[in-house]
């Protein structure tokens, strides 16, 4: 139940936090210079995929909350010991991983660095599911690119890349 609470409060705050952030958007000016979209556009997107995430988090939450009670009733029937908590190294390994891929987005190119630092963390978060694994990591990256790049104009580093 602990969980369930801390998802629901995770996302009433990314949506108040997102509803703000697209509020201060709307205050910035007009201006059109050679931008067809201005300089509203991608903040915007991030604050719309913030609420989308928030929502789906709380539908997951929902979704959690369902079947709970059954999952609990086992766990009291079979004497199951709870999960450990996460171990502070996951922690500090991720901000590593955040810090490589940091440092390796322009040499290298984002497509290459993002593929890669979406694969390692698909490997440890979603283990002995390589292949989805696989297709994951370089779809979203291939995706993310293409939108920026082609959609919305923007010039991604290329890196080792020649494309």
């Not at 929502?55 to 010991?81: D, G």
Request: hydrophobic share 55%.
């Amino acid at each position: 139940m602990k969980s369930i609470k801390g998802d629901v409060g995770l996302a009433v705050c990314v949506i108040v936090l997102a509803a703000g952030y697209l509020v201060l958007n709307m205050r910035l000016p007009e201006v059109r210079l050679s931008d067809p979209l201005g300089p509203k556009a991608f903040p915007a997107l991030v604050g719309v995929g913030l609420i989308a995430s928030a929502l789906l988090l709380l539908l997951e939450t929902r979704s959690k909350r369902r079947t709970r009670p059954n999952t609990e009733a086992r766990k009291v029937a079979a004497h199951v010991e709870p999960a450990p908590k996460v171990q502070p190294l996951v922690l500090i390994g991720m901000i590593l991983w955040a810090i490589i891929y940091y440092t390796c987005f322009e040499p290298v190119g984002y497509l290459i660095s993002t593929s890669v630092f979406l694969l390692g963390l698909l490997s440890y978060f979603n283990r002995k599911r390589h292949l989805m694994n696989v297709i994951v990591a370089f779809g979203v990256a291939l995706a993310f690119d293409l939108v920026f790049s082609k959609l919305l104009g923007v010039p991604m580093p290329t890196g080792l890349l020649p494309f």
